[in-house]
């Protein structure tokens, strides 16, 4: 019973779809001359160019051929230019290092100074300087 369900629904979809075809070539627009063509015609006329201006436009520089120099002053623009951003980025980047660096020692000594005046409070004799060299043997 299943498969002929299936079997319905295969067909019943067919059909559609070639309905919806049939309609679609009979919308389509048609080759013929229109009134617009002429109008439109004109239009292309005044926007592209000729073809001698489009094949110069297009005419690219040969491989061998040397540059011109504002294709060399531009290249050389774009390269100084990139050089400083990266030298600006690179330097931007040392300086958080260096800063980050900086904060790290800071922390440390804090932290070793901090060790040592424990050490100094612990060991303390009631004697002055209170160091070890300057306690009495008993």
Known sequence: MAWRQLLLVACFSA?????????GTGASVGTGQGPGQEARKG???????????????????GKRSPKS?????AENRQ???????????????RNEFENFVEEQNDEQEERNREAIEQWRQWHYDGLYPPYL?????I
């Open 15 to 23: 059909a559609m779809l070639l309905c919806m075809l049939r309609e």
């Open 43 to 61: 239009m292309e006329e005044k926007v592209f160019v000729q073809e001698s201006d489009a094949s110069n436009f297009l005419k690219k520089r």
């Open 69 to 73: 120099r504002e294709e060399v002053t």
């Open 79 to 93: 390269k100084l230019r990139a050089d400083e951003l990266r030298r600006e980025y690179h330097e931007e980047q």
């Open 133 to 137: 060299y300057n306690r009495h043997h």
